[in-house]
């Protein structure tokens, strides 16, 4: 079964680095999500991204954040200057059109730990 | 403010019984309702999805949606060792778009 992909699945990063984080969604999907879990609390959306544009984005990402899709595959999140309250658990997610009800299932990737000392 | 509130639990039950998890969203415009499970560590994982009023039935696992009383529910019948996991219910507006999570409740099944 095809699955959301992401790496590397753990980031140790110094505070001020910029990190990329990538992520490769299912090949025929066309809407990509970033959330994130800091440890202990919930999942929270950051940003989607359909058609080669950010199509929504919370409170959450700021300018520190950037999304990019470079080729036809890849699907990237950039932090520019880490923070420690930026320490979570980074998952991407895709969704794409397909029949009935499952047209707009997110998948997601199994995340990656980011670490900001 | 949108928000999906539930019980943090944790929730224990023993194996064979039935686990009933609740949510309760704020939003009026939410259209889709999802339960995800998570193992710790772990990402989300889609167990159900429902979008009208009522019940749906997936193998063990059954839904029930009242938008009315702006309520889900999953309840797990014949609950398995393995069940035990953090169960997230999320919501969204559009057939496409972020999904809001609850912080979730940890379900803990006793063998």
């Known amino acids: 079964e095809p699955e959301v992909t992401q790496t590397p699945s753990h980031q140790v990063t110094q505070m001020g680095q910029e990190v990329i984080l990538r992520c490769v969604p299912i090949s025929n999907h066309l809407y990509f999500y970033w959330y994130r879990q800091i440890l202990g609390q919930k999942v929270e959306f950051l940003v989607s991204?359909?058609?080669?544009?950010?199509?929504?984005k919370s409170e959450i990402f700021d300018d520190q954040f950037s999304v990019e899709r470079p080729d036809g595959s890849n699907f990237t999140l950039k932090i520019r200057s880490t923070k420690l309250e930026d320490s979570a658990m980074y998952f991407c997610?895709?969704?794409?059109?397909?029949?009935?009800?499952?047209?707009?299932?997110?998948?997601f990737g199994p995340g990656t730990r980011l670490t900001v000392l | 403010q949108k928000e999906v509130e539930q019980n943090s639990g944790p929730l224990s039950v023993p194996e064979g019984a039935i686990a009933s998890l609740n949510c309760t969203y704020s939003d009026r415009g939410s259209q889709s309702f999802f339960w995800y499970r998570q193992y710790s560590g772990k990402s989300p994982e889609l167990i159900m999805f429902i979008y009208s009023n009522g019940d749906k039935e997936d193998g063990r696992f059954t839904a029930q949606l009242n938008k009315a009383s702006q309520y889900v529910s999953l309840l797990i019948r014949d609950s398995q060792p393995s069940d035990s996991a953090t169960y997230l219910c999320?919501?969204?507006?559009?057939?496409?778009?972020?999904?809001?999570f609850g912080k979730g409740t940890k379900l803990s099944v006793k063998p």
């Open positions: 991204f359909y058609n080669n544009e950010i199509s929504e």
């Open positions: 997610a895709s969704s794409g059109l397909g029949l009935a009800e499952r047209y707009n299932e997110q998948f």
């Open positions: 999320a919501v969204r507006r559009g057939s496409q778009g972020n999904l809001i």
